[in-house]
């Protein structure tokens, strides 16, 4: 952006949110289409992968899914996990096994278990900004989250001031979650403030809260919801694994059988 504007920008969260769902969601409904003409798969459960991808969408909708993009990349990405699941028999046969390996489809399905991650993290986010006392709560998607302690403490020999807050979080299911501890740390020598955002990770969410600063006796907080945030990197370790299964079973393929001339 240095070539048309005084001030180079860099790339937003919006605007990869704008370019990369639609080219995956193009890019996954080949993967479906080459999933369902897979010659060795059952028929019925073919079937059934059709019907998900036809209804899949109005069902989504039903339930709640209001971005129609992010609608239309749910229903190719569950019906292409479906439908690959239903071909990995194919794996064991000994016909195949020289020449197929679950490298065949792990790439696939890794990737459309990103595409699925996509989809539903970044439009199906929540966050806001919370001034809290201590004491005081606040809801977000259905999480508590409910300000427990604020303390500052003075570094003479850094020259710096920390502040932490106490922020502990209640589920749906009125369970504790856990407490995050957000921090804040003030340079006494530049007057520069630097704020280490927290997280809570779990296999269908992160929670994640940043100090942001003080007023009075009140912390500004910013508080944030991702919705199967970690199935990017599910999917990513799945596509790792299944290139180096692919490379490992190659290799003892053309060590275990003599070389064409």
């Known amino acids: 952006s240095s070539l048309w504007r005084d001030q180079p920008a860099g ?5 990869f949110n704008l370019v990369c769902l639609p080219l995956f969601t193009a890019l996954l409904a080949l993967i479906f289409l080459a999933f369902l003409r897979e010659p060795h798969g059952p028929f019925p459960w073919k079937r059934l992968a059709l019907w998900l991808a036809l209804i899949g969408a109005p069902l989504a909708a039903a339930l709640g899914f209001s971005h129609p993009l992010s609608t239309l990349a749910v229903t190719f990405s569950v019906a292409a996990i479906a439908l690959g699941f239903t071909c990995l028999p194919r794996f064991w046969s000994a016909k195949a096994r020289c020449h197929l390996t679950p490298a065949a489809y792990g790439p ?5 278990l990103m595409v699925l991650a996509v989809a539903i993290s970044a439009p199906y986010k929540l966050e806001t900004r ?25 570094d003479q020999t850094a020259h ?28 006494y020598h530049t007057g520069l403030a630097a704020s280490e955002a ?33 199935w990017l990197w599910l999917g990513g370790a799945l596509m790792c694994l299944a290139a180096l299964l692919r490379l490992a079973r190659h290799r003892s393929y053309r060590h275990g059988r003599p070389q064409s001339k």
């Open 11 to 15: 790339l937003t969260p919006e605007f």
């Open 108 to 112: 696939h399905l890794g990737f459309a």
């Open 130 to 154: 919370a001034v809290l006392a201590p004491g005081q709560s606040i809801n977000l998607g259905g999480y508590i989250f409910t300000l427990q302690d604020y303390r500052s403490q003075v």
């Open 160 to 187: 710096r001031l920390t502040e932490t807050a106490d922020l502990l979080v209640i589920g749906p299911d009125n369970q504790a979650v856990g407490v995050l501890h957000p921090t804040r740390e003030v340079s």
């Open 198 to 230: 927290v997280v809570l990770s779990s296999f269908s969410r992160d929670i994640r809260a940043a100090l942001l600063t003080r007023a009075e006796n009140q912390a500004v907080l910013s508080l944030s919801l991702h919705p199967l945030i970690n």
